[in-house]
């Protein structure tokens, strides 16, 4: 039976020594890169889930504001229906001080409100406080009609008018990766339910 070369023996397993340290040493790498790209794609994926969450919300709420412009046409409190339709669906997702709401008639006058929630100086007096400027609730001492008054509205059919209503709104972007803040913008019309009927 031929002798075993001991000298051979120990510098076989030196080398399976360090191969193992470094296949330990290129598996810490690979894994750095690849829970990286997982890190980075999570965090897209987060961060386009609630941009997209966001822009489903203002399309919502155009749709429900739109709807409730025509629900009321004549009606003198029509634009403060409209807004706080607007506000009820945008508060989960954060309506922010200078969002923007436009109403009006498509191709013709129009009114943007804009929101600045107690931040004007007729706050002081807090009856006489409006969240939008300008204020176009009845009975505030703040009120400004709107540019498309609600009596000069067709709520006759067959022919009655039709009523927009836009949002911008400001989505903040959580990782600032794709910059601090975008617009998001929807418009929609609805054409007014007629409330009087022609002979």
């Not at 330990?24 to 965090?43: H, S, Y």
């Not at 059919?157 to 927009?164: G, L, V």
């Amino acid at each position: 039976m031929p002798k075993r070369d001991s000298s051979k023996l120990g510098w076989t397993s030196r080398i399976r020594r360090a191969d193992s340290t470094g296949e330990r040493g290129a598996t810490l790498v690979e894994a750095a890169f690849v829970f990286g790209l997982l890190f980075l794609t999570l965090f897209a994926v987060v961060e386009f889930g609630m941009a997209f969450k966001d822009y489903l919300s203002v399309s919502h709420a155009s749709r429900g504001g739109a709807r409730v412009g025509a629900t009321f046409g004549q009606d003198p409190s029509a634009d403060i229906l409209i807004l706080r339709a607007v506000e009820s669906t945008l508060a989960p997702i954060g309506l922010a001080v200078n969002d923007k709401v436009t109403i009006g008639e498509p191709g013709g006058a129009e009114t943007q409100y804009t929101y600045k929630p107690g931040l004007l100086s007729d706050c002081t007096n807090l009856p006489d406080c409006c969240d939008w400027t300008p204020c176009p609730e009845l009975g505030r001492a703040t009120y400004q009609p709107p540019g498309w008054l609600p009596k000069d509205r067709g709520i006759s059919a067959p022919t009655t008018d039709r009523i927009f209503v836009e949002i911008q709104f400001t989505h903040n972007w959580l990782t600032g990766f794709f910059g601090n803040t975008t617009d998001f913008t929807n418009s929609t019309d609805f054409r007014i339910e007629p409330q009087l009927f022609g002979p």
